[in-house]
């Protein structure tokens, strides 16, 4: 009677294991496709990094050629009101 008991047990065994793989197994196509939607979001997100280099890299910056332009006509105008007042300073001394 031991045999058949023992028998029965393993059966028993068994059945619980099978049912604790097929849990496992659930688990793991939701693990699985948990993965995958993050696979496909980092692509995603990648690839629009990608894209807005590309961008960055070929627009060309029409602000810093403005800037140049402007630096160069403030210096100017800087420099010439300087030289237009000591001109002035010079003629009212001459003038004394």
Known sequence: MSRVEDFINSAKTNEMLGELLHIKKEEEKKQNA??????????????????????????PDYLE????????DFDDDFFDDEDEEEEKEKTEKSEE
Request: no cysteine; charged share 20%; net charge negative.
């Open 65 to 72: 050629d403005f800037d140049e332009d402007f630096d160069d």
């Open 34 to 59: 948990l993965m995958w939607v993050l696979i496909v979001i980092g692509a995603v997100i990648a690839v629009a990094g990608i894209a807005y280099a590309v961008y960055r890299f070929f627009t």
